[in-house]
């Protein structure tokens, strides 16, 4: 089955993390069918495994990337003769338009930019990514991926060239208003000379000294800076910070279009799910209501 496996993603073209994904997909199915004795699966094994998926409290969205990774499996293996395609039609639980991470007022990332102690070289390092993240609405795995040779200036300004989710290039870019500008220079004296295809944001930890961050990392300091300040919720995460710098962009009242440029949206849809719940906050349908009862 692996060297199935791996003729299938020598005939596919997906990027690396897109074939990451499906294999581990793949790996699960086939141990779902190898713990049930399953040789000759079928269309109702499928079935079975979204509900086995379900049943694991797997999010929407895990499972309708297993099932993607199911389906185009097993189109692969009708149209090599290899077996019938028996995920063809399988539907991906609904996923409700949203968001599944709450964002941030502005008093409240204040009081975490100002609590961290930028005397300690830790301290400048986590203000940095932190007001990074903050005012420019990135996302762990584009902080992750930042190089030093990637801020560079633009007429007026300095920028941080990103590579998005879904993207193979650093084609797109977020500008640094002073303050930030300020805090990464400020963090970046601490580590003297460094070449320019150095990582943006290292590890300081005796173990993994002036290696890249990984996205875990940058989640955790997030998370702690959130967690000391009293900010406990399950819902508050490093992707909060992109959530909160979208959302006070369009109660700024900033365009839509001029907001999608700036979180990099692929569609306009991904943008106009904030417009909405901006529009769901400004509504004076409650206040109204509670002052004509109360």
């Known amino acids: 089955m692996n060297?199935?496996?791996?003729a299938f993603f020598q005939f596919i073209d997906v990027s690396e993390n897109t074939e990451a994904t499906y294999r581990r997909a793949l790996r699960q199915l086939f141990r779902y069918f190898s713990e049930r004795s399953i040789s000759q699966p079928s269309r109702n094994d499928i079935l079975s495994f979204r509900k086995h998926l379900e049943h694991l409290k797997r999010k929407p969205s895990t499972i309708a990337l297993y099932l993607a990774a199911c389906r185009r499996f097993f189109a692969w293996t009708e149209h090599s003769g290899l077996y019938p395609n028996i995920a063809f039609g399988i539907k991906t639980p609904k996923q409700e338009p949203g968001h599944k991470r709450d964002c941030l007022g502005v008093e409240q990332l204040r009081t975490i930019l100002n609590?961290?102690?930028?005397?300690?070289p830790i301290g400048r390092r986590n203000f940095a990514i932190l007001a990074l993240m903050s005012v420019g609405g990135l996302r762990t795995i584009e902080v992750v991926r930042a190089n030093i040779e990637d801020l560079r200036r633009i007429g007026n300004h300095t920028c941080?060239?990103?590579?998005g989710k879904g993207r193979n290039s650093k084609a797109e870019?977020?500008?640094l208003p002073a303050p930030v500008l300020r805090a990464v220079r400020e963090y970046l004296a601490d580590r003297g000379h460094t070449s320019k295809d150095s990582p943006l944001f290292v590890s300081m930890s005796f173990r993994n000294m002036n290696s890249r961050l990984s996205t875990r990392s940058?989640?955790?300091?997030?998370?702690?800076?959130?967690?000391?300040n009293g900010f406990t919720s399950s819902r508050l995460t490093a992707h909060s910070l992109r959530h909160s710098a979208i959302t006070l962009?369009?109660?700024?009242?900033?365009s839509l279009s001029d907001v999608q440029a700036f979180a990099r949206h692929k569609s306009i849809t991904t943008t106009m799910v904030y417009?909405?719940?901006?529009?769901?906050l400004k509504s004076p349908c409650e206040d109204a209501?509670?002052?004509a009862i109360f």
């Open 3 to 6: 060297n199935v496996i791996d």
């Open 115 to 120: 609590s961290i102690d930028r005397k300690t």
């Open 160 to 163: 941080l060239f990103v590579q």
């Open 173 to 175: 870019f977020v500008k």
């Open 218 to 228: 940058i989640s955790f300091i997030c998370k702690s800076a959130m967690r000391e």
């Open 249 to 254: 962009s369009l109660m700024a009242g900033i």
């Open 275 to 280: 417009a909405h719940h901006v529009d769901r």
């Open 289 to 291: 209501i509670c002052e």
